[in-house]
């Protein structure tokens, strides 16, 4: 059987008994499992602060961006792209489903890929193929089949939580995916780096359980020279209770009267300099960013920031980590939702990013000047990058040029011809000079 998108090939005991519920989550525990302790999949790994930071970082800015489908057209070389805001395309991805408004949706998509390297959504379609909803699949419960005949014929099997499963063919499915080592599931980054993921909670755990107990070791009791110490297990397990009971959480700082032959021995010290502790979460949080790409001061770590190189860093991570995301599900949604004839007509899907990459207000603006002065920009599309509305006039370009632009398309205005006065001052200056 199939539990969690894992194949559970030992469900059922060998004499045919059916294993208990906590038999089988142990198994799988056991299954996931890594050298710290701790059993990590990609939903254990959002209790890692760098993960939780990662996935938020990028799932964001992704869902802050608007999607739109444009229409590319070339005329006499010269290709343009038109907004379709009435294309069913875009309408769908205005309202994907009845449950989910488009920010939670992108939300979710960005989160899923980005720590399962998949994401599936089910097409809701009328008989023509025109998409109507898009209902959001776990990645955990979808598996893609192979035909064993035909390597090029897949199908996807998806497992609901009521246990029914369902196989779906291609076309009724969205995929955006991530590098796949079989060429057909995406891998999931999580559990590429899963040991340094683990080893980050792990720390994580230990501090929490450290600093919860006052940051105070275990004591060691001894029994005194002379003491025949306790004399049946009844009064010994009665005297650890005792302890436990004042010592333990709440207890704890609690005035303690240790009775006649029981003395307390040495106290067991943990120094956390010299465990690295610190050092040990500052380097793992390192460590996961690094794996993802991402700088680190999105993920906390400031020790070497400054105010000018976070800003290069956050357009950097806009380039090198949220574009590639967002390239792939640009290209899942043409080749998944888009008609033969939408492609055929240059019908395309763009996020909006701008937003994004956007410097401070006096880099851009001095950004936006150049372009107006070299004829790249009218004052309208600068206007409308400032959120500002176009205004009469401002759709003329400038030709090249540091000084007197003219707008694109006219003629230069000519060179003005002397007067009679210029030319009866430039004589005299010549009779001055000849005299």
Known sequence: MKLFGLEIGWARKSDGQSLSIDQVIRRLEEHYQISSGIALNPDIAMQSPTVQAIVQAVSRRIAISPVQVFKKTTVNGVTRKELLPDHPVALLLKKP??????SSFWLDATSWLVRYGNYYA???QTSTRKVLRLLPLHPSAVTIKQDLTDVFNIAYMVTFPNGQHQEYTPDQILHARGPARD???????????????GLEI???RFGAMFFGNGATPGLVLTT???SQGFKTDEERK????????????RGRHRVMLMPKGIELGQQIVIDNDKAQFLATRQYQRTVIAGSFGVPPHLVGDLSK?????????SLAFVQNVVQPVVTIFEQALEHDLLSDEDREQGVIIRFNIDASLRADFLTRQQGLAIQRQNGVRSP???REMEGLNPREGGDTYLDGGTSGQQPAGSEPDPEPEPTDDEDDDTEDDGDAASS
């Open 183 to 197: 060429g057909l599931k995406g891998d999931s980054p999580i559990m590429d780096v899963r040991e340094a993921i």
């Open 380 to 382: 309208n599309e600068w």
């Open 224 to 226: 005194a020279p002379g």
């Open 305 to 313: 920031g400054t105010f000018n190189n976070v800003e290069q860093q």
């Open 122 to 124: 089910w097409k809701g």
């Open 97 to 102: 489903n009845a449950i989910l408004k488009p």
């Open 202 to 204: 792990a720390a994580e």
């Open 238 to 249: 009665k005297f650890r209770d005792d302890i436990e009971a004042v010592y333990g959480k």
